[in-house]
């Protein structure tokens, strides 16, 4: 099995999930905006060298704007001036690309890809695998107390309901997200499944579940499975 996590917004509390990730020696991408136009703070220069290494960094656009809906220019605007002022801030190349509140079509999809992105994380969650498609990677749960409700219908929403159906009726079951993840443990996924794991650490703060988050950490660390990145993911299976 095959474990990945992935952290978006880059809210300066992310140097605190940094920390916790790093005591059971976990691998992680985080996923940050150069500004944040929904009023959040996100971390400076000096926090984002701090985690840089230790950690993926991947560009989630300009102002943290949803991607559909704008114009081509406005579009591009977004997704190179994103990826452009993070390598200027880590003096690298930021190949990884998440969508603001998973937002994409073909098009929005396509200029993730002209502008030099290796992939794109969306939010389709319930899934175990990494699909065919680098620019459309999928997640497999969030850390966050969704009710029932908002599971089916982030279930819906989404399609593939066949193939989505057993992680879903999984989740559905579980009493919680902690609970959720120990089941997907708990299966045999042979060592091509994949459970990724995403979140924001500014939602740990404003739910209080540091000390859960602490115990999911815990628990995927006991369970030994290979950690990747996103980059590390795609680089590996997307090899040609
Ligand atoms: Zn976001």
Redesign the pocket.
Known sequence: MIFVTSW??GHPLDERLGDLLDRFGLKASL?VPVRNSEGRPVMATDALRRLDGRFEIGS?TLD?VPLIGLTREECLHQVVEGKVGLEQQLGHAVPGF?Y??GKWNESVRDMVREAGCSYGRTVENFRLDIGADRFSQPVTMQVYPHNKQVLVRNYMRQGRLISRFRVFSAGLWSKDWLDFASRLFDADLGETGVVHVWGHSWEIEEQGLWHKLEDLFAMVASRQPRFCTIGELITDVFKS
Do not use: V
Request: hydrophobic fraction near 10%; glycine fraction near 0%; charge should be negative.
């Open positions: 978006d917004d996923f989630h943290h998440c603001p509140r």
